[in-house]
């Protein structure tokens, strides 16, 4: 196909131009108009925007009647019956959920997850939600899985070359900030919840010291491709931190419900604690390494007799190697999440999950990069700016996709844990509140200190405290994790607690998120150097 560069007129002197591309015989032609910015015109008028985005919107509605009608006839007609059905309820929650995360994303232009959670508690208030019976265990199996793949996006973003370029600021900016507000916000639980332990106020401060990269990395994203944020490299060090900060968070906090939950002396518990991390770390590291040469790549010798300049073939046999790779370290890490809990090893899965994606994501770039220097001329360029077509982040992106489908349940059935009730107790909201705006102050003081003397301007630190506050993710997941947990092993006190616990994390989401998210996109531009 003939680029629009190559034609004759220029953009001034035609602004609309006509493009032909030839098939294999030169019988049928193609003729699309482009203008000089190189956008496609719409040629038929089923094309254009009104028309277009009618019948997006008649597609998402066929598709949802159609997935309603398949499940109302092929299930029996109590768990779809609609209010009080499980199936008919998540089916909602999950429809509902999308729909208000789309609109406030684009009306409000707030995150979606805002629009996701406030879904979930609307149909739990409005008696909508009612899940009861083995819908209930698909809800947990859903928050496994939302972590397992949370936990591998994490690991596959960490750059091991970044890290070892800003070890010393990483690590500071992942540890302290984070230690420091867990250990905050569980001195003051401790201190001004009624009836939370010490265990309840650690597993509470471990929740909250998560930011959340789902919001932080699309928006250095955005202000990375204006330019700013590059001359000192405050782009790549929070995205490195965020990532590791999560993964601290993580693990604490299954530990923290070990803890919590195990029977036996502290001793034992501590004892426990330390042999599943080093289970969780070796399995990670055996199963990563694995991954990295099993299955094969697309260029082994297995694949020889194919004609390599068929871009069709090459182009095939990238997305099963890519199929594959996803299907065993996914498969793989959620194995590891369930198995080590049903071994009795439950913090081993999550330590696992993450380093065996780092290990096998490490090795898979690293052998791209060895081919790519050996075959330079059949390779990808290195230096490719657009993810999408670097062959070098496939299996990231099916795991993007994966979290993209799971976001609006994880959301919205952490919705479904707040009830009206509990939020018209103000002195709960009063003290939820008054134990996040402690550990936010501590949080912002360490993280000023974690980051003097690396370089960084005034403004450039007033940035990162902003990047810093959003929290979202980590939290939508694992405070009703805690929940479950105390329902399935624990008292009625520890019920009470995960509930309180859930409420704190549901604050911290609807004010962090959105202030962080503004803040990003407001102050970026007026904090950050532009990269000339």
């Known amino acids: 196909m003939r680029d629009s560069a190559e034609l004759t007129d220029s953009p001034d002197e035609q602004p609309l131009q006509f493009q032909l591309r030839e098939d294999g015989d030169d019988s049928d032609v193609l003729q699309r108009r482009i203008d000089h910015s190189g956008d496609v015109a719409a040629m ?18 066929v598709g949802v009647g159609l997935a309603w009608s398949l499940l109302y006839v092929n299930v029996s007609s109590e768990l779809m019956t609609v209010p009080g059905g499980s199936l008919s309820s998540i089916f909602m929650l999950y429809v509902t959920g999308t729909v208000a995360g789309k609109l406030i994303y684009e009306i409000v232009g707030l995150p979606p997850r805002f629009g996701m959670l406030l879904a979930g508690i609307a149909l739990q208030n409005a008696g909508l ?45 992942t540890l302290l900030p984070c230690l420091a507000e867990a250990a905050t916000v569980a001195v003051v639980a401790y201190l001004i919840l009624p009836d939370f332990s010490w265990q309840w106020s650690l597993v509470l401060g471990f929740t909250l010291s998560a930011v959340s990269p789902a919001i932080l990395v699309p ?19 929070l995205i490195a931190a965020s990532s590791l900060d999560n993964i601290v968070s993580i693990c604490a906090f299954r530990i923290a419900l070990v803890v919590l939950f195990l029977t036996g002396s502290l001793t034992s518990k501590i004892t426990q604690g330390l042999i599943d991390v080093s289970i969780g770390t070796v399995a990670g590291v055996i199963w990563g390494f694995f991954l990295i040469f099993v299955p094969p790549s697309p260029w082994a010798v297995i694949y020889k007799n194919q004609e390599t ?71 990808v360029e290195e230096n490719c700016d657009d993810e999408d077509l670097c062959r070098g982040k496939p299996v990231e992106k099916v795991f993007e996709y994966a979290w993209t489908g799971l976001q609006p349940s994880v959301f919205a059935f952490m919705g479904t844990d707040i009830k009206f009730e509990l939020l018209k107790k103000l002195d709960m909201v009063f003290v939820g509140l008054l134990v996040l705006t402690f550990g936010i102050a501590v949080r912002m003081i360490v993280t000023t200190c974690s980051v003097l003397g690396s370089g960084f301007s005034r403004k450039e630190i007033i940035f990162v405290n902003i990047s810093w506050l959003p929290k979202a993710t980590i939290q939508a997941i694992l405070a009703p ?11 009625p006190e520890d019920i009470e607690c995960g509930t309180r616990l859930v409420t704190i994390a549901v604050l911290s989401i609807l004010l962090t998120a959105p202030i962080g998210a503004i803040g990003i996109k407001l102050f970026g531009p007026r904090l950050l150097p532009r990269a000339k």
């Open 309 to 379: 300049e068929n871009t069709n073939k090459s182009q095939r046999l990238d997305r099963l190697i890519t199929a594959k790779r996803s299907f065993l370290l996914g498969g793989g890490g959620f194995l590891a999440m369930t198995g080590s809990r049903w071994c009795g090893y439950p913090v081993a899965g999550p330590l696992a999950c993450i380093i065996s994606a780092f290990v096998a994501g490490t090795g898979w770039r690293w052998r791209l990069k060895m081919q790519a220097r050996n075959n330079p001329a059949s390779s």
């Open 129 to 173: 939600y009612t899940v009861t019976g083995w819908c209930s265990q698909l809800v947990s199996f859903i928050r496994e899985v939302s972590l397992a793949v949370t936990l591998i996006n994490g690991g596959l973003e960490l750059d091991a070359y970044q890290l070892r370029r800003l070890s010393g600021v990483v690590a500071r900016l």
């Open 44 to 61: 038929a008028w089923c094309d254009a925007r009104l028309p277009a985005t009618a019948a997006n919107i008649a597609a998402a509605t």
């Open 481 to 491: 994790f805690a929940l479950n947990m105390a329902r399935q092993f624990g008292t």
């Open 219 to 237: 928006s250095l994203f955005q202000l990375k491709r204006m330019g700013y944020g590059e001359v000192k490299g405050v782009n790549t060090l």
